[in-house]
């Protein structure tokens, strides 16, 4: 059952010679599980110094290092790792001397100077930068309790760990310790419980008023990728109030430098609603930032094209088509948007009217995503609204119809065709003749190749309305893209016949069963035409 | 009956025959009636008990080919042969040999597909038998199978579970010993089962970061999140006194591992904000996918810090609090549960998250966390309907736990949410019996407390300080939290004197008396002269009221309780005069000292 640690555990409890762990990196500097160039150049730094520097072997060149280290020092490495790690007594020892140095002259690096985390550099960094507020940190550690028993190590997990700096995910020790770390640096923290897991302690491993000890590597640090899709990436430079967020709607104040390819192109203090920042002259990506800032926080912003102004640039800036942006902004204050559950039937209804308006003037000027929040707020207010008066409910039911309808068609715009099709089907579903709604996700679904369904609804157009001509010659060009689909499918296919059919006929012949799930897939290829398989697929979307 | 020997006999040399005969043809030359004869020879062999002559056949290396092609057949037979003898049968034995035999001839992938078919058909009290039984087979045929092996597995798992799933799990002591249906048993099983195919995953990805068996581990999480659900969520998982080894903590141990091996248990525990779905195109299914996984999640959590499952290797440098709030979601998803294992599982995870914290360390931010504000009004949902008495109980330490934790404005904030948003006098009264004792602490600490005195607690009190409906209020049902109140002003103008004023209550005393003080006059009045009325009307009815035709009827846990006679109705009716008696009496108290107070300082002044 304890397999899985005999990999990682080759020294148990004992204390790994510090070189042994890197030589280990150092030899399979891809194991480290994630991408960065930190990794491997750390990893190529940590060679040389096992090669090159052999005092420092032992982590032992600290000053107060006991004299059983410094006799053996001269020897050779390997003999002196051998000699002086490889067991308990030696890695107590270790942890005792270094927790010593610590005590005697490790640097206060807390705010409040109050000793509560003393730390000393046992390898200075490689480059000068030091990570920022809310940065991913990929780290390696190791932790040791007072008594010199190992509690924790990245190392036996043989993955680094990951944490967004600064926001009290870790131990105060560690927000403290490792904002003050350069790229590469290793260094020794000893921690006062108050700055760790205090009275409490941490079930199982960590008793009550426990000082820890760690050994941090700072590997790689990187900004917060908001949306997990690199276009746009956080950097605080000053950490904001509380958790609360704007949210969409809320009116913020905020002071921006906006800067292409190095120059200033915008600098302003702006007040303004999130999601019509473009009403302003601001890229869609500091209204979707807003929404994870918080009150009085300066962050800078990287934008890519898709969130900053698009193909289509931004004349009077000068900005070219896909340029990508750096924004620093500071949200002075906002105000919140009332939550959909706050507001009352009449106030949504009117609500809506504005917002349609809204998103129709973003639509005709090409602001697709800009119009997409609007139409947005109509759905999500009333699409879950019970209740209603008779009057109520109409006016609601066309409101909701149009912001379905000029959603599809922002979606077109915007080439998100499965969200085209969904907003249509909800359009259809209050009215299921719409000509509009029938007509867009005919266009949506024959963008995704789905001719056959995409003539089904072309056709229902005609039916409702027999003059439409656009829908004539859609018909058209779905059969046109069947033919020459099923064309190619039946190249594709005609190997297989000759196969399927010996084997269907030597298979009805032996077998009486039920087929079951797992042969399905093989059997349904058969000579079937694509356009039923097509259609069978679509069913169930 | 010898008519029906020398049929069975029959059989037997029925199936020597096609067995001779298609021992000399080519394996491409076997036709459908080959096929067809075998099974049916074979079969009447089985349910005539000729099992032994079956077993030599197939052991038969002249029959090596016929076995590769047909033997799958056989399974469906054999299985139903194996659960008609009895243990010790040798008949038994032999069916057993013979299954051991198919599994190491037959081809594969048809073998594959019949015993899945078998596993399938199976339901009610034979479904943990049947899997037990096919186990075994299943894995060696899985072991040979060249293609789609990681598609195959997750097929078994997931058959196998779905399966189990509609089965109950046994909770108690005594029902995990009994494991009626054998569930125990065979969950271990299963995880037996699924242990070569996760070796050999950790070991492809031991070989390189970059090959990675991306199905298998599909498979393998997926069966790891059906199992936490399945049976882990709804199991009893306390060490049980006297029970060595409890199968489903063993069970859940095995989960954690296994999701431990293929590096997914870390990710699963604090990374799971992040859409882990994203091949989801259809947002039902993502939406699906999400709930089902939010119980899992829920499920694992517990394990890893109530049960200390996996600890060992868990990181520990995470703060309590973003502990805690990475589990408020899971305890959320929990208490929402009206089941006790899933109840019980999520007070014992807000708790071990909250024993973690030290007092007055929680950040009152982390209310701006929606499930910080939800959770506690779930738990005032369990504390006050909940049938389960213990469960109750615990929930109220917990409120009073998670109270402990915050800062002065944390409390402060959850005061008043819980005041506006409990509608049960009991827990309001406990609300107000906390405010007392702040404001207590803020009196005799050193430290100043601004959310304790002055005008924090000036709006505050005027949420406390009140009647809900004025004089109306039924002074009945809220009684607890009046009671409550009273106490809390009459501390407050013993403990603070007029001329220091800290809490700021002399200065809003006006205000106190018109909206509470006297509306309860008020009120007391109207409420004991209509009790004193029904009592009067009681009494003299008395003859009459055996008779009267009861206006509704009560219900306590299902059950209909007998109609009140008269005497129980006079006696509730007394007992609610007696509570009336109890807060005048306190009323008085309180107005006595407000005055005696007021005149020192008039006199004082004068």
């Known amino acids: ?541 | 009956m010898p008519e029906e020997q020398s049929q069975t006999i029959m059989a037997v040399d029925e199936l020597q025959a096609i067995v001779q005969r298609c021992q000399i043809l080519e394996e491409a030359d076997f036709k459908g009636e080959d096929f067809n004869l075998f099974q049916v020879a074979g079969q009447k062999c089985l349910e005539d008990g000729y099992a032994a002559q079956l077993l030599e056949v197939i052991q038969n290396e002249k029959n090596k080919v016929i076995i590769k092609n047909m033997g799958w057949n056989l399974i469906s037979p054999l299985v139903r042969c194996i659960f008609m003898y009895k243990q010790e049968d040798d008949k038994r034995e032999h069916c057993l040999k013979i299954l051991d035999q198919l599994a190491e001839l037959c081809n594969p992938k048809e073998l594959f597909l019949s015993l899945l078919e078998q596993i399938e058909q199976t339901s009610g009290e034979q479904v943990c038998q049947t899997v037990m039984l096919l186990l075994q087979p299943l894995q060696t045929v899985l072991l040979k199978l060249q293609n789609k092996k990681a598609y195959s597995v997750g097929l078994s798992l997931a058959m196998i579970m779905n399966q189990l799933t509609p089965l109950p799990v046994p909770y108690t002591k005594q029902q995990i010993e009994e494991d009626k249906l054998g569930l125990c048993q065979c969950c271990n099983a299963v995880v037996d089962f699924a242990k070569p195919f996760v070796n050999e995953l950790v070991k492809n990805m031991e070989k390189s970061s970059e090959y990675n068996d991306v199905e298998l581990k599909e498979e393998l999480l997926k069966f790891c999140m059906k199992s936490l659900k399945y049976p882990l969520l709804t199991a009893q998982l306390e060490q049980l006194e006297g029970i060595e080894e409890h199968p489903f903590r063993h069970f859940a141990t095995e989960i954690v591992d296994i999701l431990w091996d293929i590096k997914e248990l870390i990710p699963l525990v604090f990374l799971r904000h992040r859409d882990r779905s994203p091949h989801w195109e259809n947002q039902e299914f993502a939406e699906m996918e999400q709930k089902n996984s939010a119980d899992s999640l829920a499920c694992l959590s517990y394990l890893i810090f109530v049960q200390h499952l996996g600890i060992a290797c868990f990181p520990v440098v995470f703060s309590p609090s973003y502990l805690l709030q990475c589990n408020m979601t899971h305890i959320e998803v929990l208490l929402k549960r009206t089941e006790e294992s899933m109840l019980s599982k999520g007070l014992d995870l807000f708790e071990s998250c909250l024993l973690r914290m030290e007092d007055d360390s929680l950040l009152h931010q982390y209310l701006e966390f929606r499930t910080f504000i939800n959770v506690p009004q779930d738990l005032v949902k369990v504390m006050t309907l909940c049938p389960i008495e213990h469960l109750r109980k615990k929930s109220l330490n917990i409120l009073q736990l998670f109270i402990d934790k915050f800062d002065a404005e944390g409390k402060y904030t959850l005061f008043r949410c819980l005041l506006k948003t409990s509608n049960h006098a009991g827990v309001e009264g406990y609300i107000i019996k906390n405010i007392k004792d702040q404001i207590h602490s803020s009196l005799t600490k050193a430290c100043d407390n601004v959310w304790f005195t002055g005008h924090h607690l000036i709006s505050l009190l005027d949420l406390v300080l009140m009647l809900p409906e004025g004089a109306e209020t039924d002074l009945l049902q809220h009684s607890d939290r009046i009671m409550a109140s009273l106490n809390l002003l009459r501390y407050l103008v013993i403990k603070d004197c007029e001329s220091d004023n800290q809490t700021g209550v002399w200065t809003t005393l006006a205000k106190i008396e018109r909206n509470f003080l006297k509306p309860l006059h008020v009120g007391l009045n109207m409420s004991k002269a209509h009790y004193e009325a029904e009592i009067k009307n009681k009494k003299e009815n008395r003859k009459e009221a055996h008779s009267s035709n009861t206006v509704c009827s009560v219900t306590v846990g299902g059950e209909k309780m007998p109609a009140m006679t008269t005497e129980m109705q006079l006696q509730v009716l007394h007992s609610a005069l007696f509570t009336f008696d109890l807060i005048e009496s306190v009323l008085a108290r309180v107005e006595e000292l407000i005055e005696v107070k007021i005149k020192a300082v008039m006199d004082e002044h004068s």
Request: glycine letters at 10%; a positive charge; hydrophobic letters at 35%.
């Open chain 1, 1 to 541: 059952m304890r397999k899985r640690c005999r990999p990682h555990r080759r020294d148990g409890q004992a204390e790994p010679p510090m070189e042994r762990e890197h030589r280990g990196g150092a030899r399979r500097p891809g194991r480290l599980g994630w991408r960065g160039r930190a990794g491997a150049l750390g990893a190529r730094r940590r060679r040389q110094l096992f090669v090159w520097n052999p005092g420092r072997v032992a982590g032992g060149d600290l000053p107060g290092h006991s004299s059983l280290l410094r006799r053996s020092r001269g020897g050779k490495v390997r003999g002196l790792c051998k000699e002086t790690m490889t067991t308990d007594e030696a890695a107590k020892g270790e942890g005792e001397v270094q927790a010593v140095a610590l005590a005697e002259r490790g640097e206060d690096i807390t705010p409040a100077r109050d000793r509560g985390v003393l730390k000393i550099i046992k390898r200075p960094g490689s480059e000068d930068e030091s990570p920022m507020i809310g940065d991913k940190v990929y780290v390696h550690y190791k932790g040791k309790l007072a008594n010199g028993k190992k509690f924790d190590s990245s190392r036996d997990r043989n993955e680094p760990f990951v944490f967004s700096l600064g926001k009290g995910q870790v131990i105060k020790a560690w927000d403290i310790g490792v904002a003050t770390m350069k790229k590469g640096e290793i260094c020794y923290l000893l921690c006062k419980p108050e700055y760790a897991y205090g009275s409490a302690g941490s079930a199982p491993k960590i008793p009550s008023n426990a000082t820890l000890f760690f050994e941090v590597e700072l590997l790689d640090f990187k900004g917060e990728d908001l949306f997990e899709d690199g276009g746009i990436i956080r950097r605080i430079k000053r950490k904001g109030e509380g958790y609360s967020n704007p949210n969409e709607g809320a009116t913020v104040e905020i002071h921006l430098e906006g800067f292409c390819g190095g120059t200033r192109f915008d600098c302003k203090d702006v007040k303004f609603v999130v999601g019509e920042g473009e009403d302003h002259d601001i890229p869609i990506g500091i209204d979707k930032a807003l929404e994870k800032m918080q009150r009085g926080e300066h962050c800078v912003l990287y934008l890519g094209p898709r969130y900053g102004f698009g193909e289509t640039g931004k004349a009077k800036y000068g900005i070219q088509a896909n340029a990508e942006l750096v924004y620093e902004v500071t949200l002075k204050s906002f105000e919140k948007a009332k939550e959909s559950w706050e507001m009352d039937t009449k106030e949504k209804l009117e609500q809506a009217a504005i917002v349609k308006q809204k998103g129709t003037m973003y639509f005709k000027e090409g602001k697709y995503l800009q119009a997409v929040i609007q139409y947005g707020k109509i759905v999500s207010w009333l699409e879950m609204e019970y209740g209603l008066s008779e009057k109520e409910s109409k006016a609601s039911d066309s409101f909701l119809l149009a912001a379905f309808l000029n959603l599809a068609m922002c979606y077109l715009k915007l080439r998100e065709y499965a969200k085209a099709v969904e907003c249509c089907d909800k359009a259809l579903g209050l009215d299921q003749d719409n000509e509009k709604g029938l007509y867009r996700r005919g266009e949506a679904r024959l963008l995704m190749n789905e001719f056959e369904l995409a003539k089904c609804d072309f056709q229902r157009v005609l039916e409702v309305n027999p003059q439409n001509k656009a829908a004539k010659s859609q018909i058209s060009v779905c059969q046109k893209k069947t033919k020459e689909h099923n064309e190619r499918d039946r190249r594709i296919y005609a190997n297989m016949f000759a196969k399927f059919a010996e084997r269907d006929a030597k298979e009805a012949a032996s077998k009486t069963r039920v087929k079951t799930a797992a042969e399905k897939p093989a059997c349904e290829k058969g000579p079937e035409t694509p356009g039923a398989k097509d259609e069978e697929a679509e069913g169930h979307v």
